[in-house]
Each structure stands twice: as C-alpha cells, then as structure tokens.
C-alpha cells in the first residue's frame, strides 16, 4: 500500500480508511449528496457505533438494527436510512460475492483495469461514475497496478487533475476538487439555460 490517507483531514477517521478497504469502499458508497469528508468520516461512525467495519461483521448485523445505528446523530449520511441499507446491502455483496475481503474486487485473479471497474459496478450502489472515481483513488493513492486502470477511470485517472476524492491528499487538494466541481456544476447549469 501507498501513504496513509488523508481524505478526512481527522487522524482516526483517515487511518480507519487506510487500514481497512471496506471503509474505503463504504467511505465511495456514502459520497453523493454530502460533502466528500462527510462521506468518508462515515466508517469511522460505523467503528465506534458497531465496533468493527469488517464486511462480515456488518452483513451479520440486523439490516434495522443497523440503519438506526446508521441514523444516531451524528448521522452517518444525509439520508440514514436509505444510505444506511445501502452499506448494509454492499457489505452483504462483498460477503457473498467476494469472501468478506473487499480488497478481493481489486486483486483477486490479478484483474485489469476493465475488470475492476465491472467489479465495481456490480456493486449495491455503484454506477459507472462512482466506480470510475473509486478506480483512479485505488491507482493513485492505493498502489493498484493493474493494467489499464488509468484507461479504465477515464479522466479521473489522468494525473495532475482535481476532479475527485481520487485527487484528496490534503486541504488544499480538497479545496481544488470543491472548486473544480463547483466550476463544473455552474457550467451545467448555464448550459440548461
């Protein structure tokens, strides 16, 4: 693995991510709706409510036991409930589909670039957008090597870009991303009108 992460900016929630790939895939679920070190500080909630985010662990949990822990303020997402079946139905896929070992998805079999990204989006909650973004995190700051993993991201995987939580290494990343997706939203918008 590369360095330690730092999407958070908060030591524990940043070392939760680093240290456990289903945190990580959990922290890329959660990203929608919310601002992006709200999404990934949702594992560390998960952490202290539960006491573990292994796959296996929260799949065992009652899926209604764990969206009201899910939804304890400070929730884990904007929207509890619905995000937090979410994370209750991807740690089930992981589970079943993967052995529990999130990593698998990236590594078992020694898959390209395309297979991870078809991997990725057979996941619960896991559209092509979202699988791309993961992808070029797992390349850039995770040490995927496989090949065409840059080919497969799309744009998010080309260097020297801030277009995603891929590109977060620090606060001043974060803000280039924000001001980039902001730039982004306001172009899109003048474009309807």
């Not at 030591?11 to 790939?21: G, N």
């Not at 700051?141 to 891929?166: C, F, K, N, P």
Request: include cysteine; aromatic fraction near 6%; hydrophobic fraction near 40%.
């Amino acid at each position: 693995m590369s360095q330690t992460l730092s999407l958070v900016g908060d030591p524990e929630a940043d070392r939760i991510l680093t240290e456990h790939p289903f945190a990580l895939l959990t922290g890329m679920l959660l990203d929608q709706q919310i601002p992006m070190e709200v999404a990934f500080d949702g594992p560390r909630k998960i952490v202290e409510r539960l006491g573990s985010i292994e796959p296996a662990t929260v799949a065992a949990t009652d899926p209604e036991e764990f969206v009201a822990l899910c939804s304890t303020p400070p929730a884990v997402h904007r929207f509890p409930r619905s995000m937090g079946q979410r994370v209750h139905d991807l740690a089930t896929a992981v589970v079943q589909d993967h052995g529990g070992d999130a990593a698998a998805i990236w590594t078992e079999g020694n898959p390209d670039g395309r297979e991870i990204l078809r991997r990725l989006k057979k996941l619960p909650g896991f559209g092509d957008q979202k699988a791309r973004i993961f992808l070029a995190l797992l390349g850039k700051q995770r040490g995927l090597t496989a090949e065409g993993w840059r080919e497969a991201a799309g744009d998010y995987g080309r260097d020297g870009v801030h277009m995603s939580i891929a590109d977060v290494t620090d606060p001043g990343s974060l803000e280039q991303v924000r001001a980039w997706k902001k730039e982004k939203k306001a172009a899109a918008r003048a474009g309807r009108g």
